[in-house]
């Protein structure tokens, strides 16, 4: 199994709503990642975890809170966006140390 | 971070061959190339990396100048599926360095 899956695959919230993003995999790495794109724009590191623990922060704002539960498992808390926010959210995983990157196939997000 | 520098956009025709050039004149000994692709609608996927020699897998083969400061991404026979934004990235070797830095890549247009 070499796929990074998340949900949800769409999500439209209020700028004063709270919502979650969910990222998964089971290839047994130990290396999770998210990424921001917004359109026509390459991808933008926000924050990596290396076995279960914040290993980067890209100086990210605080109304993105990432947590990892397990080593399967990586969540990005969305708290009080901005529209422009509105973006795509990809997440990765790889083997520690890390070389080739896994992408799910993002969370499409707009904030009204 | 040493710098890529990719053409914008490229064309090809269905069944051609396709050389996608990057060049990075900046590159330091323990930088290794990468090149990830990225279809429309989805995640990015890791296509090919290689260090000093020329590289083959299923998807593509990677030839590396003798000088190491340019790469050619080679598809053997483009297809429709192929149409994609191509990232060309460096990376430095080290077990803590998880950075991957896309540059802005080549669109390539396949035409039936």
């Known amino acids: 199994d070499t796929e990074v899956t998340q949900t949800p695959k769409h999500l439209v919230m209020g700028m004063t709503n709270k919502k979650s993003l969910k990222c998964e995999q089971h290839m047994g790495h130990r290396a999770m990642y998210w990424y921001k794109q917004k359109a026509k724009k390459p991808p933008e590191l926000m924050f990596v975890y290396s076995y279960e623990k914040l290993s980067i922060n890209e100086s990210v704002p605080s109304r993105f809170s990432p947590e990892c539960p397990n080593s399967s498992l990586l969540n990005l808390h969305l708290h009080a966006l901005q529209p422009e926010d509105s973006a795509l959210y990809l997440c990765?995983?790889?083997?520690?140390?890390?070389?080739?990157?896994?992408f799910g196939p993002g969370t499409r997000l707009l904030v009204l | 971070d040493a710098k890529t520098t990719q053409p914008n956009s490229m064309e090809s025709n269905e069944e051609e061959p396709v050389h996608l050039p990057c060049n990075h004149s900046t590159i330091s000994g323990t930088d290794y190339i990468h090149w990830y692709r990225q279809l429309p609608s989805q995640g990015p996927e890791y296509v090919i990396h290689?260090?000093?020699s020329n590289v083959n897998n299923r998807m593509a083969s990677l030839a590396i100048a003798e000088d190491r400061k340019s790469s050619t991404l080679i598809l053997h026979r483009a297809t429709l599926r192929d149409a994609a934004v191509y990232y060309c990235?460096?990376?430095?070797?080290?077990?803590?360095?998880?950075?991957?830095?896309f540059g802005k890549g080549t669109l390539l247009t396949v035409n039936p």
């Open positions: 990235i460096l990376r430095r070797s080290g077990g803590s360095n998880y950075k991957l830095t």
């Open positions: 290689g260090l000093t």
């Open positions: 990765a995983s790889s083997q520690n140390p890390p070389e080739t990157q896994y």
